[in-house]
């Protein structure tokens, strides 16, 4: 049987091995990021999304952010955060979540994401790993913290984000203090930030539009339009940068311009399905529930004839009340009976 490959013997069965690796030499050479879903309120509150920054040569923890989902903007709220308070890092190593890596790149456009456009624009790399051991440092610390973060937030009756948010840069001493390592060398090579290098202005969800003749542009199912003004004028035509930010703001930009416009939201009752991402389903039916509860309650239609031929159903016809009218009787000859043509024709032949 182990021949003809029917059986395996118990050294085939064994989980494949893993050569390790050896620390980075110096702090802020290579910081691993991840996220970890998971409840860390435990039955006091909402499942969340923690975003985990370590330092690959000494196991420190760099930065902790509490969001409801790894997205886009999660990240680079948290990278700001960790930008200003410890500098450049000289790369990022992540999985390949779709926040980091176009896994459907093709020829159209240079096949990054929003958030690799905005590290190359700060001169940050960003390494995607091939399988989740090779990432092991940060995997292990999400292992860590899932046991010991969520028991110290349990003693202290923290059952939101914010206040875990608040919590987090405490716990984070204390953590370090017990499970950090000293590095190989001394230095840090965190970078500062150049006098040309805005966050503010990098951290964006970038998308190009075409300005009309009428100046107006489409964007996420609402159009903008512009101010007739000098810069906006020559537009028409012309190809113009729609910059989201992570608070939720919106700019138009013209170079170094930004143009002052007005909105008109287009968008329908009735849209077409969405495609959600695994981990930003929980954010995604949040809003669909808090979407239902602003809708007006809907009557049933028990009439209809998917209710009409089943009889008795789970959703039962409500009771007739006392002063209701009678219902109205039909005008006109009542129906002719059907008639079976096969029966018709055996009662011709028998008779």
């Known amino acids: 049987m182990i021949a ?22 110096c702090r802020g050479e290579l910081i691993q990021i991840d996220g970890s879903k998971h409840w860390w309120f ?21 930065h902790l952010k509490m969001v409801e989902s790894e997205s886009t903007f999660a990240y680079m709220d948290a990278t700001r955060e960790y ?30 994401t929003h958030f690799g456009r905005s590290m190359e624009a700060l001169n940050i790399e960003i390494i995607c790993a091939h399988s989740p051991q090779a990432k092991g440092r940060v995997e292990r610390a999400n292992a860590t913290l899932q046991d010991r973060l ?11 984000i914010a206040a875990a948010n608040a919590f987090l840069p405490g716990y984070m001493v204390t953590h370090n203090a017990r499970f ?20 503010r202005t990098e951290m964006v969800w970038r998308e190009w539009r075409s300005v009309t003749s009428s100046l107006t542009l489409h964007y996420n199912k609402a159009m903008f339009i512009l101010e007739p003004t000098e810069i906006s004028r020559p537009l028409a035509g012309k190809r113009v940068e729609v910059c989201e930010f992570p608070d939720g703001a919106l700019e138009i930009r013209h170079g170094e311009h930004s143009l002052p416009y ?20 929980d954010a995604a039916l949040a809003m669909a529930k808090l979407l239902q509860e602003q809708l007006p309650a809907r009557k049933r239609n028990n009439n209809e004839p ?46």
């Open 306 to 351: 998917c209710r009409s031929s089943q009889g008795p159903h789970i959703f039962p016809a409500p009771p007739a009340s006392a002063d209701a009218e009678p219902a109205k009787r039909r005008r006109g000859r009542p129906p002719l009976a059907r008639r079976n043509p096969t029966v018709a024709y055996m009662k011709e032949r028998t008779g």
């Open 42 to 62: 435990e039955d006091r509150g909402q499942q969340c999304t923690l975003l985990v920054y370590i330092d690959d040569a000494t196991s420190e923890l760099m």
């Open 262 to 281: 007005r909105v008109f939201d287009k968008i329908r009752q009735v849209n077409q399905a969405a495609i959600v991402d695994n981990k930003h389903l």
């Open 83 to 112: 930008i200003e308070a410890h500098g450049k890092p000289v790369a990022f190593y992540s999985d390949k979540h779709s926040v980091f890596r176009n896994n459907t790149a093709s020829a159209k456009g240079d096949g990054m």
């Open 4 to 25: 003809e490959g029917f059986w395996k013997d118990r050294d085939a069965r064994r989980p494949r091995p893993y050569q390790p690796r050896y620390r980075r030499d």
């Open 150 to 160: 969520v028991k110290a937030m349990r003693l202290e009756g923290i059952s939101t």
């Open 180 to 199: 950090a390592k000293a590095p190989f060398d001394e230095r840090d090579v965190h970078r500062p930030l150049a006098l040309h290098e805005n966050l």
